[in-house]
């Protein structure tokens, strides 16, 4: 089974801040990696799909980059509402979610 | 536009079977996989099983003795059974559309299942 570290577990940052999150798998996952934004009380919502793409109606302060076993979610300037925890999923081997980064304000 | 809705009993007993229906709207299951994947507060986000647009299914190993997934697509229902529950089961449940090489882009609200006597 593919294992999916993220990093930071928790991160705190000011509004306009560049914020860069971290999401590395036990192997090679074929650039199949996709990132979720969960709020409070709500269901993960897709952001990014194989690796770099926007989903529909996401912000362009949100990328995604890498490639076979590391991955990053990069928001170019940290708004309000970008408070959340963001998970990492891999879609190369059956499913695997990372355990989540919860981003917060400083 | 894509709907999708869990409904589930809230409390289930140890030992017990839960079954949570997922409704969707907006689209054909015959077209799309679906996902059911849980989110527990030992485990995080875990990934469950799947049914194809076809109708055949595929579980995560470490359910597989205890999971069925179906569904009835004249009624754009997905079904979710899971026996044998246990305390560490509770968690929110969400049924997602997405599946082989496409992501998870719409998911439930979730269900909130407790597992307790």
């Known amino acids: 089974d593919i294992q999916m570290t993220q990093s930071p577990s928790f991160l705190s940052a000011s509004v306009g801040e560049r914020v860069t999150l971290s999401c590395r798998a036990s192997?090679?996952?074929?650039?199949?990696l996709d990132w979720y934004q969960q709020k409070l009380g709500e269901a993960p919502k897709l952001l990014i799909y194989?690796?770099?793409n926007l989903h529909t109606g996401i912000p362009s302060r949100f990328s995604g980059s890498g490639s076979g076993t590391d991955y990053t979610l990069t928001i170019s300037s940290l708004q309000p509402e970008d408070v959340a925890t963001y998970f990492c999923?891999?879609?190369?081997?059956?499913?695997?979610f990372g355990a989540g980064t919860k981003l917060e304000l400083k | 536009q894509v709907q999708l809705k869990e409904t589930g009993p809230g409390l289930v007993q140890p030992t017990q079977t839960l079954s949570i229906t997922c409704t969707v709207s907006?689209?054909?299951?015959?077209?799309?996989?679906m996902q059911w994947v849980r989110q527990t507060p030992g485990k995080g986000l875990e990934w469950m099983g799947f049914?194809?647009?076809?109708?055949?299914?595929e579980y995560n190993s470490e359910f597989k003795s205890r999971l069925s997934i179906s569904r009835d697509t004249s009624k754009n229902q997905v079904f979710l059974k899971m026996n044998s529950l246990k305390t560490e089961d509770t968690g929110v449940y969400y049924c997602?559309?997405?599946?082989?090489?496409?992501?998870?882009?719409?998911w439930g609200q979730g269900t909130l299942v407790t597992v307790s006597s």
């Open positions: 997602a559309r997405g599946g082989l090489w496409a992501p998870f882009a719409y």
């Open positions: 049914i194809r647009s076809g109708g055949s299914t």
């Open positions: 194989n690796t770099n």
């Open positions: 907006g689209f054909s299951l015959t077209s799309y996989y």
């Open positions: 999923l891999q879609r190369n081997s059956w499913y695997t």
């Open positions: 192997q090679n996952i074929n650039k199949y």
